[in-house]
């Protein structure tokens, strides 16, 4: 017997008030640079996080393989607690944009070209999602409409069917707004954040 699923904290209604032009980003900074979908889809991804207790990192990543969105629930929490004298990558953080979710990009993208050749020589279609179970952790990647991917890798206690309606959550809400143009300006973001 299966343990009974946990509905979500938001509801459908709760999702339809991202945050207006003006109001700050998570950094502190006005969130005007961002086109109103741009910012609409961090914070579905924000939802995503809060949503779903242990996740190390969560990456939405472009067919070509691009990092365009990213979150490190982790690392994030750990720049909370942590003394500003230890500065902002904190004492072992991952390097790069978003620390942890560079590298998940660059492993969902390679899984993705893996799981569609894997599919192409069965002839089993699309693959809609993968999961690796790990000992010490699991890797959750989903296909977007578009031709992107969600990637989450979360912690090994965590409830893998919660993890996944949430992905499922988030991708039917985010595949209909990852337009090209919203893709490239996503990818500049994520530029610009790595050259800070």
Not at 23 to 49: F, H, I, M, Y
Not at 55 to 76: F, I, K, Q, R
Not at 122 to 139: C, F, H, I, R
């Amino acid at each position: 017997m299966t343990a009974p699923m946990r509905t979500p904290s938001t509801t459908p209604s709760d999702l339809s008030d991202p945050p207006q032009p003006g109001e700050p980003d998570e950094s502190g900074d006005p969130a005007t640079k961002l086109s109103s979908e741009a910012r609409n889809l961090q914070w579905l991804l924000t939802n995503l996080v809060e949503d779903v207790p242990g996740l190390h990192s969560v990456a939405v990543v472009s067919s070509d393989g691009l990092l365009l969105l990213s979150s490190d629930p982790d690392t994030e929490q750990q720049h909370r607690t942590e003394p500003s004298s230890q500065g902002s990558k904190g004492p072992k953080g991952p390097k790069g944009p978003k620390g942890s979710s560079a590298d998940l990009a660059t492993v969902v993208s390679g899984i993705c070209s893996l799981t569609i050749g894997a599919a192409k020589l069965m002839d089993g279609g699309g693959v809609k999602q993968t999961v690796v179970a790990m000992a010490e952790g699991s890797l959750f990647v989903m296909a977007i409409s578009d031709g992107s991917l969600l990637g989450v890798h979360a912690r090994p206690d965590c409830d893998m069917s919660v993890v996944a309606y949430h992905m499922a959550l988030f991708v039917g809400r985010a595949g209909h707004v990852l337009t090209p143009e919203l893709r490239s300006e996503l990818r500049q973001s994520m530029e610009s954040e790595s050259a800070q």
